[in-house]
């Protein structure tokens, strides 16, 4: 039987009190995990995100999503991962993407308990071998990997559900309207961890965390 997956809210909000609301509100209503945008903070230095991530008390996924793929943080690469290194004592899972230059990647992932290298594109989605071989480079630097892209079709879905199922520890996400479903489907192909929102999401197509809960234990109901 499939393992059942963690379930994680990202937190994309500037302000602590705002993070610590949504924090608070994830955990209640039963997340596994919280994501830390570091990027989205407007006060991201290492001891004040250090503090925040213990004042969440809860298991989180350290991000500081770099602009190219969709993040907001508009320092210096050395500083972006570097704050990341800092957070890694604090954080369950840091999430660092494989296109990072591979010294600072290098870094944070040996900070790290549990690294998740990950791939990102908004636009388009890779085609099925190219996706294969992300995956394979992924996995050869991290216990987890992670690839998120923007569906042109109803095969582009199928194939992202495909290298999940041909993969172990591995998180595939068709964004968008087009891909909602994945995100209750991966799961079920073995993906480890699953995202859905609590106030909007930080990304294109995220259900609402009672109704992904509600689905995966539905799906899940039946011996896969």
Known sequence: ????????????????KDVL?????????????????IDALLDNDPQSVTHLMEEINHPIIATNRMREEGGYFMGSESERTGILVEAADYA???DIELQTNEKLRS????????????????????PRNELLEIV???????AIAKF????????????????????DNTI?????????????????????????????GSAPGQLDLND????????????Y
């Open 92 to 94: 369950d899972y840091v």
């Open 212 to 223: 992904t809960k509600e689905i995966i234990d539905t799906l899940m109901a039946g011996d």
């Open 21 to 37: 609301k949504v924090a608070t509100e994830a955990i209640k209503l039963g997340a596994d995990l919280v994501e830390l945008r």
């Open 172 to 200: 595939g996400i068709a964004m968008g309207e087009l891909g909602r479903y994945t995100r209750v489907v991966a799961p079920l192909l073995g993906s480890p961890l699953t995202y859905a929102s609590l106030d909007g």
């Open 1 to 16: 039987m499939t393992p059942k997956p963690l379930i994680c809210v990202p937190i994309l909000k500037k302000d602590r």
């Open 148 to 167: 998120s892209v923007m569906p042109q079709n109803r095969q582009d879905t199928l194939n992202v559900l495909e290298v999940v199922n041909q993969n």
């Open 107 to 126: 870094e944070v992932i040996r900070a790290t308990k549990s690294a998740i290298i990950s791939f990102h594109d908004f636009e388009r989605t890779p």
């Open 136 to 142: 394979r480079r992924e996995r050869e630097l991290g």
